[in-house]
């Protein structure tokens, strides 16, 4: 992220780390609150989707940072649909529909 | 999955939250997210994790967003030009992709060695010196063309016509930059001069690094053998033994690290791709005396070389040079040329621009650093068509490297992005090669219509265009997502990842029309592949003004 | 104003904004290839008299060196690749 | 003035506005063959239609030696490539020239290169030299050969305007498909069908998004609207099926006052509506300025292309881009965009600016307004 930095860099991902903590933690609160029962691989599910929509992004963003930007905006646009409709299938099984079990 | 609820009500203890609470602020570098974790005394428990958690998601994405950003416009990505000296730019693992013959090096008929004209920068030099002993015009016609460069030519008509018109061309781009260019193209032009001139060799057989035995003749006046060259300097009365040829081979390929090399291989010194008649260090370079002989002492060949410059390379025509690289390998060829001999070996530098008795393609391909691809030019895997390499030959007994394949010659087949965006339209289409080279079945690049691109290209000397080798798909900066390809392509064994690869090529990115790169003198835009970088730029730096366009891809 | 107004508006005119710019394009581009004319002629008698567009790529058909400038070309070729 | 005279006059205005870019069109593309070989060389000079895509000039200072120049098109990669051909008095074509393309620059020169035209200079009209496509460029290739030789075939005299594009067998199944589909459509919507109306309708959609799209990438738009009324499938065509697709949506409408194309067929419909029914949301809220918006766009697209006599710029849709990856980066967002909405509000892109409301809406009016016209005269 800080390139040519020494100690931001180890920083800023620390700080990504706490933020994921805080991210899983919101998104079972939200659950809850929604009259769900977390289970724990729903919540991985829906994490993991995150995590690969972002890696998307970042990968179309390197491709800008490449001097590609036209690229990087298909990039991110292809790649990131099906995980984008991925996301909301998962969101609509999880935590729209009623809960047949437990 | 009990447990895994356990974990769950640990992670949402009130102690915890608090550290986390204190990170997200703390981590926030002034983000929004910081808010929520500062004053969360009024916000509910339930309430600030849901927000922080929207927020420190919009973090995270912008987050990855920034570092992607960051990877790829870093220096560290440009592969050639950081880790070199301790070989950690030779990072892909060629063990799993070894095999015996290179492809389309299987012969198919008689393999023949290649006569010394079929190099075109020999040839050249010979037809230029035929033209001026006044022996022969022009306009005498091919048929009238005296030597071997005459029956080069008359074994391939209209090709003679082709050279002519490029010698014209390079009156006509000397004029253009001398009207012009040398302002807008100053700054790339003094670097290619500055690598070429001051730091590789003087002009008139004064010095040059590595030392050349045509030099030496053609300032002694005497023929000096291989066998005289090779061996000069040796003060140890036998050579030092290794202890295992690996020995050998370990130690030389970290040398050649050492010395700047990015990459490195070893093999086999195999004759079928030595020049026939040629021979530095013997009267005119041994084209009519030296006939097809091999030196004994030739036994193996140290391939090693750079990248060019990358901004550079991806701003061709203009902008870019060869010269950067072939200073640094030939400089390493001078040293690795003397370590060895140190150590009481014979060694002979091959290294370019034309100081060769040998083919380097495909001993980069025997030696298991690269592959052949459709544009004539070797491609490797950490810097895809961009390489290029110096050799040292030698006599130490080395342990030897398997030549690789990688799939990158099958992508070739399809890929076919290099034949499209040729200026000159040297470079064939077929999906299959078609053509028989001296026994091998391979595609074949014209190179006259090549070399005519290159005197007409917008450069100060007209020695090269690069175009081909910027565009290619394998010559990309190092980044993970490139990372990612380049491991998982070679291992699919359905192809369907190269397809993917491909279709992203040729749908994400943008390309000139093959015209669009000419120069504006040649009916072209004078565009570049991608714009120079800002050091390049003359108007940043220089009192001109900028009449011109940049018409690079973005 | 609520959620699916907002939502609906901002799209609209993503769509409008997009479509429109598109649409000027391809206009703007039938104009100008309205103004394009021959793009290559072939004669018998003389290929000189086409107009100068789009001449064949180079090395297709190089013309006779009218002039052999000698010195200027010793003088500019590089021999040293 | 109340909404209903509004929308007359407008109407009106429509099919006016139409009818002159179509007009105008006309003229225009004569205009510009005539200037286009005044350029082929400074010696012909008075150049004038004789016929049908053939002209008739005579070399400059001598107005015995008459001249015939003859001008076709095919279509090629990128549109259709116009070919002229100079034939002098004796019969012999003595100049021949790519007047017009639209093709990619590499893949014309490399055509050039092979001397594809040079073949069938010195040759006499009559007989046309069989030439071989060039690999590599085949398409370009073989639609300047084929130009050429109906451009010959026209100074013959003998040609079908029609062309030699025979419709492959795999096109008439893909025609036949679509029939198949329209009449599933009907069956449908009829009383006649007594099972589940909805599921029937889903399973329909799924299947028309499957074939026309994923499958065949071929869908009705307004570029086919244009071929349509400005006549060019006259001169024959690569495909049929897209063109079949709308006069079937169109008789449907007129027979039945549904409109069944964007409920049941419509590929791109099919793909949003699918994805709106991940997450059930309801359509956007389309307020009366976007209406007519969407018509303008309609309009305004339609005429161009009438005007400039090329269907493509009537396409603001996004349907090539969503099944087969063709169209530019704006269009590329365009797709992304509609997709990604499609998940938040049911069919935006339909509901919002898609022409195939306007144009049904047009088609609605006018029939219930001539209808009721008539029904007014009855009671008279």
Redesign the interface.
């Known amino acids: 992220m800080f390139p040519g930095t020494t100690m931001l860099n180890y920083i800023f991902w620390m700080v990504m780390g706490a933020l994921q903590v805080l991210i899983v933690m919101g998104l079972v609160e939200w659950l809850k609150s929604r009259g769900r029962k977390p289970v724990w691989w729903q919540v991985a599910l829906l994490y993991a989707g995150f995590a690969f929509l972002c890696a998307v992004v970042a990968g179309g963003t390197t491709l800008m940072g490449e001097f590609e930007t036209i690229a990087g905006w298909y990039f991110i646009g292809v790649l990131g649909l099906p995980v984008v409709i991925c996301l909301a299938i998962a969101v609509r099984l999880f935590v729209m529909k009623k809960p047949t079990q437990g | 999955m009990a447990n895994e609820h356990n974990a769950l009500d640990i992670i949402n203890d009130p102690k915890n939250r608090v550290t986390d609470a204190g990170n997200a602020g703390a981590g926030e570098n002034g983000n929004d997210v910081g808010e929520p974790g500062g004053e969360n005394k009024g916000v509910s428990r339930r309430n600030f994790l849901k927000f922080g958690g929207v927020a420190a998601a919009a973090a995270t994405m912008a987050g990855a967003a920034g570092a992607g950003f960051a990877v790829g416009r870093s220096d560290d990505a440009y592969t050639g030009y950081g880790r070199t000296f301790q070989g950690g730019d030779q990072f892909f693992n060629r063990e799993p992709f070894r095999c015996d013959v290179p492809v389309m090096m299987e012969p198919v008929g008689k393999v023949v060695r290649p006569e010394w004209t079929e190099y075109l920068f020999l040839r050249l030099r010979a037809l230029v010196d035929i033209i001026k002993s006044g022996k022969w015009t022009p306009d005498m016609g091919v048929e009238a063309l005296p030597g071997p460069v005459g029956d080069h030519y008359r074994a391939r008509p209209g090709e003679l016509e082709i050279m002519l018109e490029s010698l014209q061309r390079n009156v006509k781009r000397a004029e253009a930059w001398k009207k012009g260019k040398n302002k807008r193209y100053a700054l790339a032009g003094a670097y290619n001069m500055a690598l070429r001139l001051g730091g590789m060799e003087l002009p008139g057989h004064v010095q040059r690094i590595p030392e050349d035995p045509h030099d030496e003749h053609m300032r002694t006046g005497k023929p000096i053998p291989p066998e005289d060259w090779d061996y000069r300097g040796i003060w140890r009365e036998k050579p030092m033994e290794f202890k295992s040829p690996k020995h050998a081979s370990v130690l030389i390929k970290r040398m050649a690290h050492q010395f700047g090399m990015s990459l490195v291989g070893i093999t086999k010194f195999d004759p079928r791709f030595m020049f026939k008649g040629v021979m530095r260090g013997m009267p005119d370079k041994g084209h009519y005396t030296w006939g097809d002989k091999v030196p004994e002492h030739w036994k193996s060949i140290i391939i090693f070389g750079v990248p060019m410059n990358w901004d550079g390379t991806y701003a061709a025509v203009g902008y870019s040079t060869s010269f950067d690289a072939y200073f640094r390998s030939r400089v390493a060829a001078s040293l690795m040329e003397r370590f060895i001999r140190e150590l009481g070996y014979p060694a002979r530098a091959q290294f370019p621009g034309s100081n060769y008795e040998i083919m380097m393609s495909p001993y980069v391909q025997l030696a298991g650093l690269g592959q052949y691809s459709r544009a004539g030019v070797v491609m490797v895997p950490e810097l895809g068509a961009n390489f290029r390499p110096a050799a040292i030959v030698t006599n130490i007994e080395f342990e030897y490297d398997k030549p690789i394949d990688v799939k990158m010659a099958d992508f070739c087949k399809k890929c076919k992005i290099c034949a499209e965006q040729c200026p000159s339209g040297a470079i064939p289409f077929d999906d299959e090669p078609q053509t028989v080279v001296r026994g091998f079945k391979r595609w074949k690049l014209n190179e006259e219509k090549c070399y005519q691109q290159w005197a007409s290209g917008p450069t100060q000397d007209g020695l090269g265009c690069r175009v081909c080798i910027g565009v290619c798909p394998y010559s990309r900066k190092n980044t993970w997502i490139h990372a990612i390809s380049r491991e998982m392509e070679p291992r699919d064994p359905t192809g369907l990842v190269s397809q993917g690869l491909l279709a992203m090529q040729k749908n994400f990115f943008k390309f000139h029309e093959a015209e669009d790169y000419r120069s504006d003198w040649d009916g072209g835009k004078e565009a570049s592949y991608h714009n120079p970088p800002w050091w390049m730029r003359a108007e940043n730096f220089l009192e001109i003004e900028k009449d011109w366009e940049y018409h690079g891809m973005e | 104003m ?1 959620f ?2 907002v ?2 508006l901002a ?2 005119i ?3 904004g ?6 000027t ?3 703007r581009e ?2 100008e ?2 103004l ?10 003389s290929e000189t ?3 100068a567009q ?7 058909t ?4 009218q002039d ?3 010195d ?10 | 003035m109340s909404a209903k005279t509004v929308e007359r006059i407008s109407a009106i205005a429509a099919l006016i506005i139409l009818l002159a870019a179509w007009i105008a069109g006309g003229v225009r593309s004569k205009g510009a063959t005539l200037e286009r070989i005044g350029n082929i060389s400074e010696e012909i000079v008075d150049v004038r239609q004789v016929g049908p895509s053939v002209y008739e000039g005579h070399r400059r200072g001598d107005a015995g030696d008459k001249l015939c120049i003859a001008v076709a098109e095919h279509p090629g990669y990128g549109g259709p490539v116009q070919v002229a051909v100079v034939m002098n008095s004796a019969g012999i074509i003595e100049r021949i020239a790519l007047v017009d393309t639209t093709d990619t620059t590499t893949y014309v020169s490399r055509v050039l290169d092979a001397a594809v035209l040079d073949a069938f200079l010195g040759t006499s009209a009559s007989r046309p030299p069989k030439v071989d496509a060039v690999t590599g460029a085949t398409l370009s290739s073989t639609a300047m050969i084929k130009a050429a030789n109906k451009a010959a075939a026209h100074i013959k005299g003998t040609v079908g305007e029609s062309g030699p594009v025979a419709v492959s067998p795999d096109e008439m199944v893909k025609a036949g498909l679509t029939v198949a589909l329209f009449l599933a459509a009907f069956l449908i919507s009829s009383r006649f069908f007594r099972w589940n109306k909805t599921y029937a309708r889903l399973g329909l959609l799924t299947a028309a998004t499957v074939i026309l799209g994923f499958l065949y990438g071929t869908q009705p738009s307004l570029a086919s609207l244009a071929l349509l009324l400005a006549g060019f499938w006259t001169k024959g065509l690569a495909s049929y099926t897209a063109l079949i697709c709308l006069v079937l949506a169109f008789v449907v409408f007129f027979a039945t006052k549904k409109n069944l194309y964007c409920a049941m067929i419509c590929p791109f419909g099919g793909l949003q509506e699918g994805l709106g029914r991940i997450t059930k949301r309801s359509p956007p809220e389309r307020t009366a300025w976007m209406k007519w918006i969407s018509r303008g766009f309609a309009l305004t697209a339609l005429s161009a292309a009438l005007y400039f006599r090329n269907p493509s710029d009537a396409e603001y849709t996004p349907f090539g881009m969503a099944f087969s990856f063709i169209g530019s980066t704006a269009i590329f967002a365009l797709t992304v965009l509609i997709l990604v909405a499609s998940l938040v509000v049911k069919r935006p892109w339909c509901a919002l600016l898609c022409p195939a409301t306007p144009v049904f809406d047009y088609l609605a009016f006018m029939r219930n307004w001539l209808t009721r016209g008539r029904k007014k005269e009855k009671q008279s």
């Open positions: 609520t699916k107004k939502f609906s799209i609209f993503a769509f409008v997009l479509c429109g710019f598109e649409l394009n391809q206009i039938s104009a290839r309205d394009a004319s021959v793009r290559y002629v072939r004669g018998i008698a008299d086409a107009p789009g001449q064949a790529p180079s090395g297709a190089p013309k006779k060196n052999f400038n000698l200027d070309i010793l003088k500019e070729t590089d021999l040293d690749g």
